[in-house]
């Protein structure tokens, strides 16, 4: 799997701009800031190999209006910035369509498959636009990777 450096540091501050709190691992963004270089490092070459795991997620219990509760789970760091940086973004559309046709009997779970593969489509034009408005993709490539992310 292809894995830049540098599309890594861009997930990273993308990272920073949201929540601070710590996962599982009690890392928050700033014990994490100490550490980026090295920690990059190494998620880069796990990606490559493709042995990279997820840590489990975090989860507590937020109010709702109706009266029940929530469950949030909350990523480490680290797997907020693999989600943030995912090189192979474009293929979640693809996917989800996949899994929504094997759904197809179950109306209510196709459509909500139809519907998250659209959400991630959008996602995937947006990282495409941040990725022309940061050069690491030219502009006369934009209509053939738009395309791309359309499936």
Request: glycine share 10%.
């Amino acid at each position: 799997m292809q894995v830049y450096l540098e599309h890594l540091h861009a997930a990273w501050r993308l990272v920073q701009r949201g929540s601070p709190a710590a996962g599982v691992d009690g890392i928050t963004t700033d014990l994490f800031a100490g550490v980026v270089h090295e920690q990059l490092g190494q998620m880069q070459r796990q990606l490559r190999r493709e042995c990279y795991r997820a840590s489990p997620a975090k989860g507590f219990f937020v109010s709702k209006k109706n009266g029940g509760q929530r469950l949030i789970g909350l990523s480490t760091v680290r797997d907020r910035v693999r989600s943030s940086g995912s090189g192979d973004g474009r293929l979640w559309p693809a996917a989800h369509l996949a899994e929504a046709w094997g759904k197809r009997r179950y109306h209510e779970a196709f459509i909500a498959k139809l519907s998250e593969a659209e959400t991630k489509a959008a996602a995937v034009q947006t990282w495409l636009a941040f990725a022309v408005e940061c050069g690491y993709r030219r502009m006369r490539d934009w209509p053939i990777v738009t395309a791309m992310a359309a499936f």
